[in-house]
């Protein structure tokens, strides 16, 4: 891995497989530098308008690093390589499951108070934070500051997104008062039990214990209540089932767009029905679905569909991957069986009651 300081006129630089030039690297220090890069300046500049010292914020960015492996990372991230056996095998085993069933009764009176507040149940929250961190147990190794400065200023396509994390992140480890260099988290810059980015950290991080601080890195009551106020800001509708299996043809119809996810449902019943698919009978000829189509082995039977409701869709605004949804569907409906709930409690074709905490 690169590892270049973003400051100095003299960068330190330790080369190791990636076959940059020491000629690359110090230009990307150089153009780190708060005082000479003009992004980093004007970064800097907006955020001292807001009210934060430039000292602090030139003394924050002088410490960022380049980390080459951070932009190798986001280029290879599993929703994008894996199928989904294979993806499903990361988030599905008996530890997981076992621990999730655990967090949820070390935690039960946070958990009870997020599901009547927000609406959301037990088993979705924790599912989402096993899926993101084993339930806190891995919250990411990468510096926040490097992985988040190397991606607004380096990243080829997505710069300016993470320039707004990163002014993000600032002001957060500014307002709790914290070194921005001591901070870890995700590859990508994500945090604490949650791995919220620091946009959605500000938007919807709570402090749900009260004690005056939005800690996400270290407590899991804060991280439980901001998970269910995330879903409940994004729409979540309380009681409403997530998705319905189906029946299909031997591979995908083309005529029907699969796993859009992080959209709306946009196709009708009657469009499904009409490409050859099996709708529930209970819904209307108009009813708004987000198919997703799983190749779950080679051969006859090959595919699985799922059709995701309302519910189905916020999930992917946490992360947009159909694959991601349904490993925290799976999982929460593991943890409810393991429990004592029905299997597939959150599909609609089963009429098991709601979980109760």
């Known amino acids: 891995m690169t590892v270049t300081r973003f400051h100095g006129s ?53 410490e960022a690093v380049y ?32 621990n999730g069933v655990a967090f949820i009764e070390a935690h039960r009176p946070a958990f009870e108070k997020a599901e009547a507040e927000y609406g959301v149940p037990p088993a979705v929250i924790a599912a989402i934070i096993g899926v993101e961190t084993r339930y ?38 500014h307002e709790q008062e914290q070194a921005p260099g001591s901070l870890t988290g995700s590859y990508a810059g994500a945090m604490g039990y949650p791995q919220f980015i620091p946009t959605s950290y500000r938007a919807y991080a709570v402090d749900f214990d009260g004690d005056g601080l939005r800690d996400l890195w ?68 108009d009813h708004r679905l987000l198919p997703v189509s799983l190749e779950v082995e080679d ?14 869709y ?3 605004r946490y992360n947009h991957s159909h694959l991601y949804a349904m490993a925290v569907i799976e999982l929460a409906e593991a943890i409810g069986e393991a429990r004592g709930l029905e299997a597939h409690w959150l599909d609609a074709t089963d009429t098991t009651p709601e979980e109760a905490p």
């Not at 932009?71 to 499951?97: H, Q």
């Not at 990243?155 to 002001?171: Q, S, T, V």
């Not at 051969?299 to 189905?312: M, P, Q, S």
Request: hydrophobic content about 45%; proline content about 6%.
């Open 10 to 62: 003299t960068p330190l630089a330790v080369i190791a497989g990636v076959g940059l030039s020491l000629l690359t690297l110090t230009a990307a220090a150089t153009d780190f530098d708060p005082r000479k890069h003009e992004g980093a300046r004007s970064l800097v500049d907006e955020l001292v308008d807001q009210g934060i010292e430039r000292e602090w914020l030139e003394g924050a960015m002088g």
């Open 218 to 285: 270290t407590n899991p009551v804060d991280a439980i209540g901001s998970v269910a106020n995330y879903f409940a800001e994004h729409g979540w509708r309380p009681g409403e089932p997530l998705y319905h299996e189906a029946e299909g043809p031997a591979t995908p119809p083309d005529r029907i767009d699969f796993n859009r996810a992080a959209r709306p449902p946009a196709v009708t019943a009657a469009e499904l029905a009409a490409a050859g698919l099996e709708v529930p009978d209970s819904l209307a000829d």
């Open 136 to 173: 806190g147990g891995v919250t990411g190794h990468h510096r926040v500051l490097d992985s988040l400065a190397t991606l607004a200023f380096h990243h080829p396509h997505r710069g300016r997104f993470f320039r707004g994390e990163l002014a993000a992140f600032l002001e957060i480890a």
């Open 314 to 316: 916020v999930i992917t």
């Open 67 to 98: 980390r080459q492996g951070v932009l190798d990372a986001m280029a290879g991230a599993a929703e994008r390589r894996l199928t989904w056996p294979e993806y499903r095998a990361i988030f599905l085993d008996a530890s997981r499951i076992a």
């Open 299 to 312: 051969g006859e039977d090959a595919w699985r569909y799922v059709l995701g409701e309302h519910n189905f």
